[in-house]
């Protein structure tokens, strides 16, 4: 491979050169390998388009490089041509041995089932392994992150490759939440909800009511604790209430849980941060290839359907997420305003000026006036 005799002719080189005083001067290059599992081309390639994108957009491209970031995306330019000179067509290729690696990897054991409402795929595990409870909490801890649900009922920790609430045989009930809302309590609690018909609540969590329960959240659920993609495992939570309330007038029904986490998880903070940059590049590649398998076995209408269907829901999230965004900015500000005083102040009428009353003349107004 292309690799192996650039690294060969790199360490030839550190053999024959010499430095000022005689001595081998050691060469080092990057290796093929290494920008690949690093996604140093992916960092480069984001540089340069986001450069890019806001040179469009200034008037002016000296505005751009006044903020210090011309001479690194001229780097960053730069090394990118070198790299694409220097393993030619395998520079190119890089995407397609990380294509393999997720299927080995990530995607390993799982095989794709059929295109299902609202742009989710259906990803059903070949195998799936069966776990207790006590090899659960070793094998699974908060943060553990995969691309779909199927993916995680392969791995044991949920019963099923859907979003019902699961029990192993020996393990604690789990819940998927990849859909509805969730919001913050004051007392620190999380509140979901989830609207549907009747054989989409959950009704058999109503014998988990002060139980111990497994919480994973996926990427189209509306929460500022939802994952940016895939499915992450946050923990071990206690289910503190369950309820469930019909609406007459449209016939579906409203499951509000009440979530408390236990302690000693680690920061809440570092969990939320995953995925990590790698894993969102291991994202985008299986986003085109659900795009493909979708494309192959059911035709472009389809894809297209798929597409749009995926549109309308980011498009709704990012609604949801600016709109709680602008709500904690308000929340905010009332309470800066507010807090310089305890009590409400009140005014006199008089003080008050208005056209349903003359106005009351003090008496050095009056002497005034005469």
């Known amino acids: 491979m292309i690799v192996d005799k650039i ?5 030839e080189q550190c053999r024959t050169s010499g430095s ?58 730069t090394l990118q041509k070198h790299w694409q000179s220097r393993f030619e067509s395998e520079y190119y290729r890089i995407d397609k041995y990380r294509f393999d690696k997720l299927m080995t990897g990530p995607l390993r054991d799982v095989v794709w089932s059929a295109t299902a409402t609202e742009g989710l795929g259906v990803w059903a595990p070949g195998k799936v392994i069966e776990i207790s409870e006590a090899e659960g909490n070793t094998a699974f801890v908060p943060g553990h992150w995969w691309l779909n649900i199927g993916c995680a009922h392969r791995d044991g920790i949920v019963g099923a490759a859907s979003e019902h609430a699961t029990k192993g045989r020996y393990g604690i009930a789990a819940l998927a939440l990849l859909t509805g809302r969730e919001e913050d309590m004051p007392d620190g609690k999380t509140l979901y909800v989830r609207e549907g018909r009747a054989d989409e609540m959950h009704m058999n969590l109503i014998t988990q009511v002060g139980q111990k329960i497994r919480i994973l959240r996926g990427f189209r659920l509306q929460s500022v604790l939802a994952p940016a993609a895939g499915v992450r495992y946050d923990g071990l939570y206690i289910m503190q209430s369950w309820s469930l309330k019909l609406n007459m007038v449209n016939d579906m029904y409203a499951l509000r849980l009440t979530l408390e986490r236990m302690p000693n998880q680690g920061p809440l903070e570092q969990i939320t941060a995953i995925p990590k940059p790698s894993q969102l590049d291991d994202w985008n590649l299986y986003e085109q290839l659900e795009r493909t398998q979708i494309k192959n076995t059911e035709g472009q209408v389809r894809l297209n359907s798929w597409t749009v269907a995926r549109d309308v829901e980011r498009f709704e999230r990012d609604l949801w997420r600016r709109s709680r965004e602008s709500k904690v900015r308000l929340c905010d500000k009332i309470r800066d305003d507010g807090s310089g005083s305890t009590t409400p102040q009140r005014r006199k009428l008089s003080d008050i000026e208005t056209d349903l009353m003359p106005p009351i003349e003090t008496d050095e107004e009056q002497e005034e006036q005469e």
């Open 7 to 11: 690294d060969s002719e790199a360490s």
């Open 20 to 77: 000022a005083v005689g001595g081998p001067v050691p060469l080092l290059k990057i290796t093929f390998s290494a920008i690949q599992r690093a996604r140093l081309d992916k960092l480069l390639a984001d540089m340069v388009t986001a450069y890019d994108k806001e040179v469009v957009s200034a008037p002016l491209r000296g505005k751009v490089v006044e903020t210090g970031l011309g001479s690194e995306i001229e780097v960053a330019s």
